[in-house]
């Protein structure tokens, strides 16, 4: 029975780690976006511009808030 428990937790941990490992990996591709300015140039950012960091962030904050169990953003 240990070793048929042992198999199941390795299983559900590697899973896990595959979720998370995605997770790391969209941080660092949002993280590289940011330091680029999301593909803008200071002289040519519009309103549309605005927009979408608007939605990108409401997205975060959805996620934000389910992690951290917030619900600050609802409003």
Not at 25 to 47: C, G, Q, V, Y
Request: hydrophobic share 35%; with cysteine; aromatic share 8%.
């Amino acid at each position: 029975m240990t070793t048929r428990h042992a198999t199941g937790n390795a299983k559900v941990l590697d899973a896990f780690m595959t979720t998370k490992f995605q997770i790391d990996a969209m941080l660092e591709r949002l993280k590289a976006l940011s330091d680029d300015h999301f593909e803008t140039h200071p002289d040519e950012i519009n309103w549309g511009d605005v927009g979408t960091l608007n939605h990108y962030t409401s997205l975060l904050c959805q996620i934000t808030d389910s992690a951290f169990g917030e619900d600050e953003h609802t409003n």
